[in-house]
């Protein structure tokens, strides 16, 4: 490869479940309805997988995609990086389940796991750093199927999350989406406002926990994640953009973390973008995870949003409390 050749997006995918749940059909199980969900979150339907599919073969999908996407095939491969906060099972990591249904070479597989929705952002940043030292191609998934995860009692958290999965392939190429720039963070003393306690060492699995269905119980201080949300992704928006040496202005597209639109206009008003320069479809999919940026930044390229010398700026927060933003060059 010759150097300096740019570094970046090879190919991008996704993987939409097929089964649409309106917000309608909350109502008859809990005590919810369309214009209260829509209100507080922008939320009008989301996907949710079928029962016979599991974390992996929504991975599968949306890889298979990124590679077509991008020329090559699982042989082509030099590492495979899998985010997420749902795994195939708890030991051994996704990757390498994925790996295998891919028959992608011996390759280093892995997860970046729990890191919440920051974590295909923060894998795309990981990959980017492969790919300069070594001259690798990597496969990036962010993927998430939390409606098995999440206690479908509980109406303030159950009617916010969809399935999905996402893939990018990250390496060098004269056709590259390049990464111009990436930045991260976490602070650990707000690890308390977002997360699923029971099932680590901390709060053991057992079978009373399960009775009392605190093993799907999503920990979720909703005022201080949305001040967290807004304050660190748009200042770690800003550095990225500081890096480079470009505004606001300068952006064709802003593709946040879908996780709510009062967030993502916060974060949009905060930043001083446009509604035209944010892109938005938390309304079709809800909160999918790791796998929302990946999902929104490949529609946004299939619907027309992004052309060739676009600046376009990804940026996530997640549980941890984990933020990321990256800029990209289309």
């Not at 089964?19 to 829509?38: F, G, K, P, Q, Y």
């Not at 700026?313 to 941890?320: E, Q, S, Y």
Request: proline share 3%; with cysteine.
């Amino acid at each position: 490869m010759v150097p300096g050749t740019r570094v970046g997006l090879l190919g991008l995918g996704a993987y939409l479940p097929e089964r649409v749940m309106e917000n309608d059909e909350w109502t008859a199980l809990v005590d919810t309805s369309d214009e209260w969900i829509r209100k507080r979150t922008g939320i009008q339907r989301r996907r949710i997988a079928a029962d016979d599919e599991s974390t992996v073969d929504m991975a599968a999908a949306a890889a298979l995609g990124a590679l077509e996407d991008s020329g090559l095939t699982a042989r082509d491969l030099d590492e495979i990086i899998v985010a997420t906060d749902t795994p195939e099972v708890f030991i051994p990591d996704t990757a390498a389940f994925l790996q295998a249904r891919l028959g992608a070479p011996e390759v280093p597989a892995y997860d970046l796991g729990s890191s919440g929705c920051a974590g295909f952002v923060l894998a795309l940043d990981v990959a980017r750093a492969r790919a300069l030292s070594g001259d690798r191609k990597v496969l990036v998934v962010g993927v998430e199927l939390l409606s098995r995860l999440m206690n479908w009692e509980d109406r303030n958290t159950c009617v916010l999350f969809g399935d999905a999965a996402g893939a990018a392939v990250v390496g060098r190429g004269e056709n590259a989406v390049e990464i111009l720039s990436a930045r991260a963070g976490t602070d650990g003393t707000r690890s308390d406002i977002l997360g699923l306690e029971v099932g680590g060492t901390r709060a053991p699995f057992s079978l009373d926990r399960a009775r009392r269905g605190e093993h799907k119980n999503i920990v979720m201080d909703g005022r201080a994640v949305f001040r967290e949300a807004v304050e660190r992704m748009a200042s770690c928006s800003t550095q990225v953009l500081d890096d480079v040496g470009v505004t606001v202005q300068d952006l064709a597209l802003i593709v946040p973390h879908q996780a709510n639109l009062r967030i993502l206009e916060a974060v949009r008003d905060r930043l001083g973008a446009t509604p035209e320069q944010l892109y938005v479809n938390v309304q079709e999919y809800g909160n999918t995870g790791s796998a929302s940026v990946p999902v929104a930044l490949w529609e946004a390229r299939e619907t027309g949003r992004i052309k060739t010398g676009d600046l376009v700026l990804l940026t996530a927060f997640g549980a941890g409390f984990h933020w990321s933003s990256m800029l990209l060059r289309f």
